[in-house]
C-alpha cells in the first residue's frame, strides 16, 4: 500500500514550509516556501553559514541590503533543489506601507536576477493587509506574482483574488491556536477544525466564482488537518508532517473539489477597502492573529 505523502500528491500540489535545504531534497516538493522565523532558525545550522557570510560580506554594512540579501541566498539554493518556486517574504515592518513592500519586492527580484534567477520562479510573501493587497495589485501588473500571507479570513481571501494575486496561504493551525484558547476546548473533529473550515470556504467561494488565485493552505498543527484539505491547489507542509505523512500508509481520499464548489449556494460579495477594514476588524480571531503574525515576523527579522 502507498504511502500518504504519495496519496496526497495525487490531489494537491505538495510544498516544503522550511528553510533547510537538507529537508527539501528528502521531500522532492514541487515549490518551497520560507518566512523570517523558518531562515532565521536555518540560518543557525552550521552548513548554511557560507550563505549568511557571503551577504554579509555583499551588503559592506548595510543592515536592510544584508537581511534582504540573506532571504534571496536561502531562496536562491533552495531552487536548487525544487523544479518550482520559492516563496520570499518581504519585511513585516512594510506590512503598512504600500510603496515600501513595493520597493523590497523589486529589491528581491533584482537580486535574484544576480544569481541568474528569473522573477517566473520567485513568489513575493505579502502581509494580507489592505496596503498589502495594494502592493499585490501594482507587482502582479508588472509580472512579479505575489503570495499573499497572514491570512485568516474570507475578506482577506476576496480582496487578494480581486487584484489578481497569484497565491494565498491561509493559516489553518494560528485559527485552530485561537479558538481552541478562545473557546477553552482541547480538540475538534478534523472536519470540524476551525482552521480547515476556514480554508475550505474560502476554496469554495474561489471555485465557485471563478477566481484564478491559487490556494495554498498553511501552518499546520497535524496531519489530520493537511489530509482534510486534499484537493487544495496546493499545500505548503512543514518537514515534521511530511515525515508522518511518508511514514503511514493508507488511502488518501479527495475533500476539495471544485466542480462541487460550483454547486455551492454562496453571495458574491465585493470587497473595497471599508468593507475589507470592516469585516476584518469584525472578526476577532482574524485581527488578533494577523496583527501578532505581522509583529512576530517583524521580531525575526532582526
Not at 557571503?54 to 554594512?61: C, F, L
Not at 520562479?121 to 505575489?146: M, N
Request: negative net charge; proline residues 3%.
Amino acid at each position: 500500500m502507498r504511502n500518504k505523502f504519495e496519496g496526497l500528491k495525487e490531489h494537491t500540489i505538495i510544498v516544503a514550509d522550511t528553510g533547510e535545504i537538507d529537508e527539501i531534497k528528502k521531500y522532492h516538493p514541487t515549490d518551497a516556501t520560507t518566512n523570517p522565523s523558518l531562515i532565521l532558525k536555518a540560518s543557525e545550522i552550521e552548513e548554511y553559514k557560507p550563505l549568511i557570510e557571503e551577504a554579509v560580506s555583499y551588503g559592506k554594512g548595510d543592515l536592510n541590503l544584508i537581511i534582504t540579501k540573506v532571504f534571496v541566498n536561502f531562496g536562491a539554493e533552495i531552487l536548487k533543489h525544487i523544479p518550482g518556486r520559492v516563496s520570499t517574504e518581504v519585511d513585516a515592518r512594510l506590512s503598512f506601507d504600500v510603496e515600501g513592500s513595493i520597493k523590497k519586492a523589486h529589491e528581491y527580484i533584482a537580486l535574484y536576477k544576480e544569481a541568474g534567477i528569473e522573477k517566473e520562479r520567485v513568489l513575493i510573501k505579502l502581509a494580507s493587509t489592505w496596503e498589502g493587497v495594494v502592493a499585490a495589485k501594482q507587482l502582479e501588473k508588472e509580472g512579479i506574482h505575489c503570495n499573499m500571507t497572514l491570512m485568516f479570513s474570507l475578506a482577506q481571501a476576496i480582496a487578494c483574488a480581486e487584484v489578481g494575486a497569484t497565491l494565498i496561504s491561509p493559516f489553518v493551525g494560528r485559527i485552530l491556536d485561537w479558538h481552541k484558547k478562545a473557546e477553552g476546548k482541547e480538540s475538534y473533529p478534523a472536519d470540524e477544525d476551525p482552521g480547515v473550515v476556514s480554508v475550505t470556504n474560502i476554496f469554495n467561494y474561489y471555485k465557485k466564482f471563478g477566481h484564478n488565485t491559487q490556494i495554498m493552505g498553511a501552518s499546520f498543527r497535524n496531519v489530520d488537518e493537511v489530509l482534510e484539505l486534499a484537493g487544495s491547489d496546493l499545500l505548503t507542509i512543514a518537514p515534521k508532517l511530511l515525515k508522518e505523512l511518508t511514514d503511514s500508509e493508507g488511502a488518501v481520499p479527495k475533500k476539495l473539489d471544485a466542480a462541487k464548489a460550483t454547486k455551492c449556494k454562496l453571495e458574491k460579495i465585493n470587497v473595497d477597502e471599508k468593507t475589507f477594514r470592516w469585516m476584518v476588524n469584525e472578526d476577532a480571531m482574524a485581527t488578533e492573529k494577523l496583527a501578532e503574525g505581522i509583529r512576530n515576523f517583524a521580531k525575526d527579522t532582526v
